[in-house]
Structures are given as structure tokens and as C-alpha cells.
């Protein structure tokens, strides 16, 4: 695979990090993932490139691996989807993880590195989960891009819009991004259980009914859970009043009533990680208060997809690629603005 560039990706930060040298990579212990979400774990990951143990000021260490673009993108579409998905869906998330992967080059959100591993930035969980189809349809899109208006596109995707995507502005700035617009998305609700178990990694195809779903509180346990989560105390939760929502539906301002306290919050994350013990699925969800008359009050959110929503459906386009779409149309169906070009 010819050399493109290289990235430097922050893998790890720990008051000590365990590694273990070999002869062609590197193996790090306890490698925190899914950080701040339902799927938040430790693993033991392998990795090739080199490595760097780097001291913070604070007393905790940072591994740092460096490797070859290409050779990262094998990993992270493997990581963020099974490598085993149909090679269109493959193709697909290297073009846009690449996209998004090169404007990060060099402009880091980060201290030292590039990019992190995890969520935050793209899934980079090494060479476990990898194998010769991911390196092959990185391979058959080397350099590959997309771009509008000449610039190379910033793409997000995510897990499952539940039926339409999601704009720009619910999920970041102000502004609008003319190739992240809301998409009527019927293929993520047509996905079967067997494509699931085909495209869903590991610990991924733990979480059920993302398409669909609901949560129940009480007013007494959702005010614990916000207190936690934000560390301030609304006391017992009166009500949840939607104040503002995007094109598919999530909410990005939402106004949270206590009974000492009264705040409105957004955008979405925020909104997902206040309501959770972990973090919801999504913010679009409905609220419904039952019973009125009663006490304790509960608190049911019903909801749709898993994500922000912004960008491209994985699993509409894992589904996609099933009914015979090129990743070429999937690309299209997704950013509908975003032209194919290629960047060396």
C-alpha cells in the first residue's frame, strides 16, 4: 500500500501505561473505549506503527502511535463497523473517514497528536478486529475524498439516524453545511438481524432496540441522574419542555425543570449525556409525564435512532450496500452536495 502520510493518534492517557513490545507491533493493556457511553469498557488492543510513551504534566502518561494513513484507515473501519460487512459499506467509510481524517492532520483538537482512538474522534481499536477485506477496499479507494466547492468535506456519520438524518446546526455550530443535510432514510429500518450480526462489531451488537426505544424515570431518579451527570441539583424533575428541534426531529435546546432549579441546555450530547446514567441513544425522543395526578411522577422518553444523526447511517448503509447500492451511490444518498475527487 503506497505511503500517503502519516497521523499521530492518542491511543491512551494513564497514571501508568502497561505495554508490551514485539517484534512488528506493540501490545497496550487496558485501553479505555466507548468513554462516556453505554459501551464504555477496557481492552487489551495490538497495534503496528511505532509507539511513544509521552509524560504529562500532571503525572499521567500518553501513548501516542504514529503509522501511515492508509494503514490506519484499515483499522478504523474495522473498528467502527465489522470488517466483514459488504465491501460497498467498506468502501464508503474509508472514503469519508480519510475525508474527515485529513483535515485533522496537522490541526489538532488535541495535545501532541492528531486524533484520539476512541468515540471523540474516529474508533481506532488496532489490528484485532481487522482483516483482508478492510485493507482491500482501502486499497480500491486509495486517495479518494469528498470535496464541495473545492475543500475536502468534514464527514460525520454515526450508528443509526431511526428514519431521517439530522442538519448541522442541531449537533454543532450555528451554521449550515450544504452536504449535511436531513435525509429521509428508510434502509436502517429494513436492516435484519442477520445483517446486524454481520456488520456490528463485538460489543456493538449489545445494544438492542436502537431503531426504536425507551427509557422510564422517576422524578426523583432523573434528578439524581442529572445531578451526577452535570453536578448541579435541580432537586426533584418537574418537567422536560423540547424548546427547539432539528429537521429529523432531536432536540437541541431543552429545558430542564426542577424543583430548585430551572436551566435550558443544548445541543444534542449534552442533552444525551445529562439524561443518562451513560448516555442516550439520541435526543430524538418524545416526552411523555405519567401519571399527571400522582406521586412519584415518570418520565418516559421515547425515542429513535442511535447517534447524533449528522451525516452518514451506517447501518442505512450497511443496508445499502446489501440491496446492491455502489459505496459510490451510498456517498451520494448521504451527502447529497459532496462530489467524489481524490487527494494525494
Not at 246 to 256: N, V
Not at 285 to 310: C, M, N, Q, Y
Amino acid at each position: 500500500m503506497g505511503v500517503t502520510r502519516q497521523i499521530k493518534v492518542g491511543i491512551l492517557t494513564a497514571p501508568h501505561i502497561e505495554y508490551e513490545q514485539r517484534e512488528h507491533t506493540f501490545l497496550l493493556k487496558n485501553v479505555r473505549i466507548g468513554i462516556g457511553f453505554h459501551w464504555d469498557r477496557y481492552e487489551d488492543q495490538e497495534f503496528a506503527g511505532s509507539l511513544e510513551i509521552r509524560n504529562n504534566p500532571d503525572g499521567t502518561q500518553t501513548a501516542v502511535n504514529t503509522l501511515d494513513l492508509e494503514d490506519y484507515l484499515c483499522s478504523v473501519i474495522s473498528s467502527e463497523m465489522s470488517a466483514n460487512s459488504p465491501m460497498e459499506l467498506l468502501k464508503a467509510h474509508a472514503v469519508i473517514s480519510r475525508s474527515w481524517a485529513i483535515r485533522a492532520i496537522g490541526h489538532p483538537n488535541h495535545d501532541g497528536y492528531d486524533v484520539c482512538g476512541d468515540d471523540h474522534c474516529q474508533r481506532y481499536e488496532g489490528l484485532r478486529r481487522m482483516n483482508e477485506r478492510a485493507v482491500q477496499a482501502v486499497r480500491d479507494t486509495a486517495h479518494e475524498v469528498l470535496m464541495y466547492n473545492g475543500e475536502i468535506c468534514d464527514c460525520r456519520y454515526y450508528k443509526c439516524c431511526g428514519g431521517r438524518s439530522e442538519v448541522w446546526r442541531t449537533c454543532w455550530e450555528d451554521i449550515d453545511v450544504p452536504y449535511i443535510q436531513s435525509v429521509e432514510c428508510p434502509y436502517c429500518g429494513r436492516v435484519s438481524a442477520k445483517t446486524l450480526r454481520l456488520v456490528l462489531n463485538d460489543y456493538d451488537q449489545e445494544t438492542r432496540d436502537f431503531h426504536e426505544w425507551k427509557v422510564t424515570y422517576t422524578a426523583a431518579e432523573l434528578g439524581e441522574i442529572i445531578r451526577t451527570k452535570s453536578g448541579i441539583d435541580f432537586g426533584d424533575i418537574v418537567d422536560l419542555v423540547p424548546l427547539q428541534r432539528g429537521a429529523s426531529g432531536r432536540i437541541c435546546r431543552l429545558q430542564i425543570v426542577g424543583t430548585k432549579r430551572t436551566e435550558v441546555i443544548g445541543k444534542e450530547l449534552k442533552i444525551r449525556m445529562w439524561l443518562s446514567p451513560t448516555c442516550l441513544y439520541s435526543s430524538w425522543f418524545d416526552i411523555e409525564k405519567e401519571p399527571l395526578d400522582t406521586e412519584p411522577r415518570h418520565f418516559v422518553l421515547s425515542g429513535h435512532g442511535w447517534g447524533h444523526g449528522a451525516g452518514l447511517c451506517q447501518i442505512g448503509a450497511a443496508q445499502m450496500a446489501e440491496e446492491g447500492f455502489t459505496y459510490k451511490q451510498i456517498l451520494t444518498f448521504y451527502y447529497r452536495s459532496a462530489v467524489l475527487g481524490t487527494h494525494s
